[in-house]
């Protein structure tokens, strides 16, 4: 009942996660990188107390791309300007409902922004990516885009899925209460970033560069009346010092070996903006699964 209509957590799914995962996600320290973390000017609606939002690809142009009609699943409804707002399972939920997106990833660099509404509650709300292979209905409330191979997501309970292997990432989203999910795919470098409420989580995810097959933003719900609306769309075009730098990063892996090079600094500075030496996520165990009730 807790994905139908009352908000209270649904009895763990059965299932195990494959033992594998085809990365190891790492964390970012800070998100101050070019075209992935520009500082923007507080909006007047906002609070001046509240911290400064961060406006990913600031200096890259709209992309107005929206929901597929033809890829979603049947407990999916679109609704609103250019079908943007999503709404899953609109009168009663008996399982789990995604959407993918028309743009095509790969290669480029992305940004999306999805206001997700107050009823954040249930079994699982996923946000990420995924091949035209990762399934868009389940008649069962699961985890489905990361269940295998085909898919990257986070769930609301602040853990990412890929493979079937499930990662602690995040804190849980707030139960029955709006947010705000930012996804920042860069596919020069290969990583998947999400920001919730303006701030940055860090990289979820690495080696998507390695991925030969079209990927597309993928949204998914368990919970009955969820709704998600696309409000930002931006990307940046890669131009030939991105792509110079993606060479020179993959021989250097940290501030220590590029300090050696002595570089100039503008140089020094514009190659450092995608070192990442956080420690690598942890992934969750079968006790963790039960006590947590992050459900398989």
Sequence with gaps: MSDVEVDQQQPQQQ?????????????????????AGCLA???????????????????????????SK?????????????????????????????????????????????????????TSIMFGIGT???????????????ENEHGWGLSHKGVLWHKGVALL???????????????????????LTYYKDGKCLGVAFRGLDQIDEPLYPIVCSTAAKTEMTLKCTRREFVNLQDRCRAVIMRRVRSASQLEKLKLPLPISDYLGEVIDEMEPLRQVNQLEMCIMNYDL
Aim: hydrophobic letters at 30%; charged letters at 25%.
């Design 15 to 35: 299932g195990h996660p494959h033992p594998v995962m085809a990365m190891t996600p790492r964390r970012r320290r800070h998100s101050g990188r070019r075209g």
């Design 41 to 67: 000017m507080q909006s007047a609606s906002q609070d001046e107390a509240s911290p400064p939002r961060f406006c990913p690809l600031l200096e890259g142009i709209e992309d107005n791309w929206t929901w």
């Design 70 to 122: 033809r890829h979603r699943s049947k407990e999916v409804v679109l609704s609103g300007p250019n079908s943007r707002t999503v709404h899953f399972h609109p009168n009663w939920s008996k399982g789990t409902a995604g959407v993918q997106g028309k743009r095509s990833l790969n290669n480029g660099r992305y940004y999306w922004e999805l206001h997700v509404s107050q009823r954040v509650f249930g």
């Design 132 to 146: 035209k292979s990762a399934r868009l209905h389940a008649n069962a409330f699961r985890n489905m885009l990361g």
């Design 169 to 191: 990432y995040t804190k849980r989203f707030r139960e029955n209460h709006p947010t705000q999910i930012g996804i920042l795919f860069d596919g020069i470098e290969g990583t």
